[in-house]
């Protein structure tokens, strides 16, 4: 058989890659979340106040972002599917015990260590390595798609999981997190496969010529602390790690965190909410899928200078549709805040592989964890200030503002590309 009747007579095992790695990051997405759903509920059974329940999921955030760097590593050394079922089984059991928990140290071991490097292993790093593995061609398409698995997981979990707390139990809640991560590791021993030779095909639009991604040789942990060092060099890793922390503030650590109770503070019901956070899935997925679609055919820094900037202005409306009497307002800013979520990652990856070559892997990784760090810094500020001032009106007014600022980073590295080009003009003549 031919090489083009080969890929005309079956689908190309790429995208069953795509598939079960999608479904991964969905339902890691979904545990992820899950902690929104369970606040108030824990602070009602164990009279915990904000600052209690939001520091194991600080721990969590901090945790999902700083295994990055390292889970790429691991991944070239160890293999893909070996860390993902390790990683799921992490989900599995941290979810299930919790069901058992009664003091904060045992919501924090579990939610905070347990389910923090279990899904730090299966973070947009995931992603970032199977695209790059497995797809040669429409890599900014594939990404959005797989970063659009946050939104989708959403979507899916978050209705379901506020009307079986309120329901049922948050114990029940738990427990399906628990089951759904196990019914994950099956598939992933069944499907998944570590690069295209293993099944004898190229990488999706690859051709004969094509050179393959090379596997990994040395310590995965020097590999990614080398990663570090020459990330920490540059400027354009401190623009886009700067502009990635600000995005993790304003995204999983605030948005994530806050927006259920905020809206349960101002007389929404818990289901209501949790509805109109997965309906800001819909636009998610939308709004990531066609960012990929788009850093494939536009300049990405560009494009990253207009999300964090309509970010930053939906945030400072936030604060006026909470208190408004009208549905209109919080779903105005559900359909831009939702198109805009996560849409900076596909450029951001982009503009990783641009500037760092073979090494954007791991330095994503990096960049990644500041991210992460910024969400776990919102998860436990916002706690905190919450607890201090009792309102959540100048916290989502001053992530805005931090949006704002962030979307300027990307004139700066416009320049320093440049500069970067110049340089290599320079060296050939």
């Given amino acids: 058989m031919g090489k083009k009747e080969f890929y005309f007579s079956r689908l190309h095992y790429g995208w069953i890659i795509l598939s079960i790695v999608f479904l991964t990051l969905l339902v890691a997405a979904g545990v992820r979340s899950t902690p929104s759903v369970l606040m108030v509920p824990l602070e009602d059974a164990f009279g915990w106040d904000r600052m209690s329940t939001t520091f194991p999921l600080a721990i969590n955030l901090a945790l999902y972002g700083l295994c990055g760097p390292f889970a790429a590593a691991i991944m070239e050394k160890y ?47 995931l992603g970032a390595v199977i695209t790059n593995r497995w797809f040669k061609e429409q890599k900014g398409l594939v990404m959005g798609i797989l970063t ?5 997981g959403q979507l899916v979990f978050l209705p379901l999981f506020a009307k079986l707390t309120t329901e049922v139990s948050w114990k029940m809640t738990v427990w399906v997190t628990s089951l759904a991560s196990l019914i994950v590791i099956l598939l992933v021993l069944i499907f998944m496969r570590e690069r295209p030779s293993d ?49 993790g503030l304003s995204t999983n650590g605030l948005i994530g965190t806050h927006l259920i109770p905020a809206c349960m503070e101002h007389g929404i019901p818990e289901v209501t909410a949790a509805s109109m956070l997965a309906f800001m899935g819909i636009f998610d ?26 970010r930053g202005l939906s945030l400072i409306f936030l604060p006026t549709a909470l208190d408004s009497t009208s549905a209109w307002g919080l779903t105005v800013f559900a359909i831009f805040y939702g198109l805009d979520w996560v849409a900076t990652v596909p450029p951001t ?58 979307s300027g980073f990307f004139i700066q590295i416009r320049r320093n590309k440049i500069q970067i080009v110049k340089r290599k003009k320079e060296a050939t003549l």
């Avoid at 592989?353 to 500041?370: E, L, P, T």
Wanted: proline share 2%.
């Fill in 285 to 310: 997925i939308l709004g990531t899928t066609l960012s990929g679609w788009l850093s494939d055919r536009w300049d990405s820094r560009w494009l990253l200078f207009w999300y964090y900037g309509l």
């Fill in 148 to 152: 659009a698995s946050g939104a989708t």
């Fill in 199 to 247: 099944t004898g095909v190229l990488p999706y639009d690859a051709t004969e010529t094509c050179e393959p991604v090379p596997s990994f040789v040395g310590n995965p942990f020097r590999s990614a602390l080398k990663g570090l060092r020459m990330g920490i060099h540059s400027t354009q890793f401190w623009l886009l790690a700067g502009s990635f922390f600000i995005c």
């Fill in 349 to 406: 990856v982009r503009l990783c592989n641009d500037f760092f070559g073979k090494q954007s892997g791991i330095i994503f990784g990096w960049i990644f964890a500041f991210h992460q760090l910024g969400a776990a810094t919102a998860a436990f500020g916002g706690g905190t200030l919450h607890v201090l001032i009792g309102s959540y009106t100048f916290i989502f007014i001053f992530s805005g503002i931090l949006c704002l600022a962030a």
């Fill in 79 to 125: 293999g893909v599917k070996r860390v993902m079922v390790y990683a799921l089984t992490l989900l599995v059991i941290g979810t299930g015990l919790s069901g058992w928990m009664k003091t904060v140290w045992q919501f924090t071991l579990l939610w905070g260590l347990f389910v923090g490097v279990g899904t730090g292993f299966m973070s947009t790093v």
